[in-house]
């Protein structure tokens, strides 16, 4: 994405770009956080303008990939719940994961 021809200028030359991805994995076009300075600032954009995305759309989640200089970073879960949606809650019972080396 970040040397797409159909990109701008700035989204192709900036440090950081996003993309986001409906509920079932479709990517659904680039998200603009262009004018992040660091990784926290480009979650925090990218949160928002997935927000955004998703009250235009009418979906309740999608998921949001940051690239810094063409390298992902973790994505970004972006949920909006109306009052008769709940989320699941997690288990206290359960155990934490193991994470091999």
């Known amino acids: 994405m970040q040397n797409s021809k159909n990109a701008g200028d700035m989204l192709r030359y900036s440090k950081y770009t996003a993309e986001i991805f409906d509920e079932h994995g479709n990517d659904m076009g680039p998200i603009n956080v262009s004018g992040a300075r660091s990784d926290k600032q480009a979650r925090d954009i990218a949160k928002r303008e997935g927000e955004k995305w998703l009250e235009e759309s009418g979906l309740n989640r999608a998921a949001v990939r940051i690239y810094r ?30 994470y091999l080396n």
């Open 69 to 98: 200089r063409g390298h992902g970073l973790p994505l970004v879960e972006v949920r909006t719940a109306g009052p008769e949606v709940e989320w699941p809650r997690p288990n206290p019972d359960q155990k934490p994961h193991k």
